[in-house]
Structure formats: C-alpha cells, structure tokens
C-alpha cells in the first residue's frame, strides 16, 4: 500500500502564501491524488484532485487561489496556495486511489479514497 506523509503547514496572515507537499512511498503516476481539508466541526472537504494523465479539478472555492501538481520523478504531490483566508483553515490531507471511470465526478469525496496521509495544519488569521 502507498504511505502519504504531508508536510509545509503552518500559521500565515489572510493574503499570505503556503505550498504543501505530499511524499508518496512509491509511484504517483499510478494514481489519482487529492488534497482534501478538515475545518473544526466540519467535514472533510475535497479541495483539488489530480488523475494520472496531469489533468486537474478544484472545488469552486479555491480556483483561481489554489494549485495542485505534482513531480513523479519526486513521487510528490503540491498544493500551491496564494492570497489565502480564513475559511481555508483547517487539516490538509492528501490522498490517493485508483479512481478509474470513477474520475472525475468521484473526486471530491473522501470515501472515494483509501490511502491517506496524517495530515498538516493550516491556520489564517
């Protein structure tokens, strides 16, 4: 099974930038990747997915504000995230899965996933 580890959170003012990175224990190419966010109290909200071919989704919210990518030679995945606010707060988890046919309606919810990092803190003040 792939291991995710999620680094680059922290604390930044609204407008600030952060990059998150998403070591991945073996090759990201086979699969489809997320990053999903966890404000208290709430649910775990899908934030953007990439499939295997580069192609890439984003919840309305963040478009235009937040970038996915990754590098396969570095089996990483990031989350670029420039003029930030507060309602991005929140755990930042990545994720991965085989989608297949699934892709793209099945993106966006974490049940769809079963490999999951441990998460990294995100806080806008």
Do not use: H
């Not at 291991?3 to 190419?29: D, F, K, R, W």
């Not at 953007?48 to 478009?63: F, N």
């Not at 970038?67 to 309602?87: A, E, G, H, R, V």
């Amino acid at each position: 099974d792939v291991q995710l580890v999620e680094s680059g959170g922290g604390s930044v003012q609204a407008g600030e930038s952060l990059t998150l990175s998403c070591n991945a224990s073996e090759y990201t190419e086979r699969y489809y990747m997320g990053w999903f966010r966890q404000a208290p109290g709430k649910e775990r909200e899908g934030v953007a997915a990439i499939d295997t071919d580069g192609m890439t989704t984003y919840a309305y919210s963040v478009k235009g504000r937040l970038t996915i990518s990754k590098d396969n030679p570095k089996n990483t995945l990031y989350l670029q995230m420039n003029s930030l606010k507060p309602l991005d707060r929140g755990i930042y988890y990545c994720a991965a899965e085989d989608l297949g046919s699934r892709w793209p309606e099945a993106w966006k919810y974490a049940s769809s996933y079963r490999y999951w990092g441990q998460g990294t803190q995100v806080t806008v003040s």
